[in-house]
């Protein structure tokens, strides 16, 4: 089959698409789909450049393996093993099943939860495994899943359109769970455009809640459409100031997959009891925090990574309803994963990249 080999940490020439790859083995319990098409996130790029390793200090620029270490390279702070078939946002078909596995799924159109959790599963990160990283992914024209990873899926949307889902939508579902955001309530998303944030605003809009979404200013009447109540443009040194302002006063909650310098803001942005949920650091893993504004606001912190199985159902619900939509921003060919992952790295897009198999 063809395939987008990770050939080991490093930069974009340690991608390489092959057409002599075999087809993975269906096991036990086990699945084969037929890959139609699969997103690119965040996680290709970290894992690919090693930036999950403790050593690396610097924001998500994708030059993070000059300082990454081998030996903690993966998001678990393991390491990896090479040569692995990136990709987490996998839609296809079924085509064959292993045994103990019904065969009524055979021919199904499905999306694939992407947390391995198989039989170790005990509620501790380190037990659990993740599509494209410990294991094989969807970079690829087949792959292989424990059965339970699959889902169902009954929609008009095209398998482009549901590529843009499972990685970032899970993502942003686990967020808003974790805070448990309620109807009435204040939220400030930022980073807004990405493929995390455009589903942040869509699904806490889902939920009643007023969203305040970060962004800049070009990309302005996209996240506009996307629901949002207010819109704050990205700007050194004020943005949650700013975006407090935005809202008349403090918020219940701050859903935030960037980082950096603004992390001390942003709990300063919260009010009484709030919760800040982050599930990322593109702009950089290493913030200051001041205790005091910690527990003198009686503030909740909230890591969001592996989830439960139900919230990836509960993202298969939101889409079969239709009441949320897929955002686009870009199609490539798998041949062309290169220019797939240095057009996310740009960040110029909306919503999330896609690469149709």
Not at 31 to 50: E, K, S, Y
Not at 198 to 215: C, D, E, H, Y
Not at 299 to 309: D, F, I, K, R
Request: contains cysteine; aromatic residues 6%; glycine residues 12%.
């Amino acid at each position: 089959m063809r395939a987008a080999l990770l050939l080991g940490v490093g930069g974009p020439e340690m991608l390489e698409v092959r057409d002599d790859v075999p087809v993975p083995e269906v096991r036990p319990g086990q699945v084969l789909v037929r890959v139609a098409a699969c997103g690119v996130n965040n996680t290709d790029i970290n894992t690919r450049v090693g930036w999950y390793s403790r050593s690396v200090t610097t924001a998500t620029t994708g030059s993070a393996y000059r300082e990454a270490s081998a030996h903690d390279a993966g998001w678990s702070r393991g390491g990896l093993t090479f040569p692995r078939i990136q990709g987490a946002d996998v839609v296809g078909t079924v085509t064959d099943v292993g045994s103990g596995v019904a065969e009524g799924l055979i021919g199904r159109r499905v999306l694939v939860d992407p947390w391995l959790r198989g039989s170790r599963h005990s509620g501790d990160s380190l037990s659990v495994g993740y599509l494209g990283s410990e294991r094989d992914g969807g970079f690829a024209e087949y792959c292989s899943v424990p059965s339970e990873n699959v889902h169902p899926v009954s929609s008009d949307l095209s398998d482009v359109e549901l590529a843009t889902f499972a990685c970032s939508w899970s993502t942003a579902e686990h967020m808003l769970q974790r805070v448990r955001l309620r109807s009435g309530e204040t939220i400030a998303v930022p980073g807004a455009s990405g493929g995390v944030g455009s589903a942040l605003v869509q699904l806490a809009k889902l939920r009643g809640a007023r969203v305040v979404a970060i962004t800049s200013a070009a990309k302005h009447d996209d996240v506009a459409a996307l629901g949002a109540d207010r819109i704050v443009t990205r700007q050194a040194d004020r943005v949650p100031e700013d975006a407090m302002e935005a809202n008349g006063g403090p918020f219940h909650a701050v859903a935030d997959v960037v980082g950096g310098p603004d992390f001390g803001g942003w709990l300063e942005a919260l009010r009484r009891r709030g919760h800040y949920v982050t599930s990322g650091a593109i702009a950089g893993p290493m913030v200051e925090l001041d205790l005091r504004t910690l527990y003198l606001k009686d503030l909740t912190l909230h890591g969001a990574t592996v989830y439960e199985p139900q919230v990836f159902s509960d993202l298969v619900g939101h889409i079969e309803s239709g009441r949320v939509r897929p955002v686009v921003g870009g199609v490539y060919r798998l041949e062309d994963i290169h220019a797939a992952q240095e057009a996310f790295m740009a960040k110029r897009h909306t919503g999330s990249l896609v690469i149709r198999i």
